[in-house]
T-cell receptor, first 111, second 114 residues
C-alpha cells in the first residue's frame, strides 16, 4: 500500500511555484520527503511528525494533515536546482517503524 | 558527513547466479535498509536491519536475503538471480531507533540479470 503521489510529473519555469501531494490509506505517524536528481542518490528534504513537529530544509515547506492522512510539499519560487524526482516516505502507526515510499513525482524546472 | 557506499555502481550477472550486494556506512548508524527502485514504482523496501544480526522483511523480500554481521555493513543476497531482479538497488542507513531520523542513501547499484 504505497502512498499515492500527485502529480506524477510537472514542468515549471524558474520562479513558479509547485505543490506535490502524498496520500496514504493508512494512519500516519510521520512523513518524509526526499529529492533524487538524475543519476544520484535520494537526499533528505524534510520530516513531519504527527503533532506538528518538523525538521528540514530552509527553503522548502510542507504540511501534514493527519486526519486526511496526507502531506503536501510546497516549492516556491522554483530554481533550476529543484529539478528531480520527489519521493514521500510514510511511517505508519501500525507495524514496525519502516518507511513506505511513494512512486515519485518528476519535476523539471526550465529557464 | 555521513557516507554510505555500495560495492559496485554497475553489475551484470547471469540467471541462476548467486549475487552479493554490499553496503557500508561510516556513521555508526543502527538502522540499515535495502530498496529497489524501478520506473513508475518508486522505492520499495526489501529488507531492513535495526541492529547487528537483526533483520526484518520489507514489502518485497521474496528472492532476497540479507546479512548483517557488523554494524557498519549490510549485505543483500540474491540466492539465484532472475531476470525480474534487474533493477537499481539502493542502500540507506539512519540513526536509530526513532523513525524521526532521516535516511542517508548510497549511490546505488544497477544490476542487470541476463
Amino acid at each position: 500500500q504505497q502512498p499515492v503521489q500527485s502529480p506524477q510529473a510537472v514542468i515549471l519555469r524558474e520562479g513558479e511555484d509547485a505543490v506535490i501531494n502524498c496520500s496514504s490509506s493508512k494512519a500516519l505517524y510521520s512523513v518524509h520527503w526526499y529529492r533524487q536528481k538524475h543519476g544520484e542518490a535520494p537526499v533528505f528534504l524534510m520530516i513531519l511528525l504527527k503533532g506538528g513537529e518538523q525538521k528540514g530544509h530552509e527553503k522548502i515547506s510542507a504540511s501534514f494533515n493527519e486526519k486526511k492522512q496526507q502531506s503536501s510539499l510546497y516549492l516556491t519560487a522554483s530554481q533550476l536546482s529543484y529539478s528531480g524526482t520527489y519521493f514521500c516516505g510514510t511511517a505508519s502507526l501500525a507495524g514496525t517503524y519502516k518507511y513506505i515510499f511513494g512512486t515519485g513525482t518528476r519535476l523539471k524546472v526550465l529557464a | 558527513d555521513v557516507k554510505v557506499t555500495q560495492s559496485s555502481r554497475y553489475l551484470v550477472k547471469r540467471t541462476g547466479e548467486k549475487v552479493f550486494l554490499e553496503c557500508v556506512q561510516d556513521m555508526d548508524h543502527e538502522n540499515m535498509f535495502w530498496y529497489r527502485q524501478d520506473p513508475g514504482l518508486g522505492l520499495r523496501l526489501i529488507y531492513f536491519s535495526y541492529d547487528v544480526k537483526m533483520k526484518e522483511k520489507g514489502d518485497i523480500p521474496e528472492g532476497y536475503s540479507v546479512s548483517r554481521e557488523k554494524k557498519e555493513r549490510f549485505s543483500l543476497i540474491l540466492e539465484s538471480a532472475s531476470t525480474n531482479q534487474t533493477s537499481m538497488y539502493l542502500c540507506a542507513s539512519s540513526l536509530g531507533p526513532r523513525v524521526y531520523n532521516e535516511q542517508f542513501f548510497g549511490p546505488g547499484t544497477r544490476l542487470t540479470v541476463l
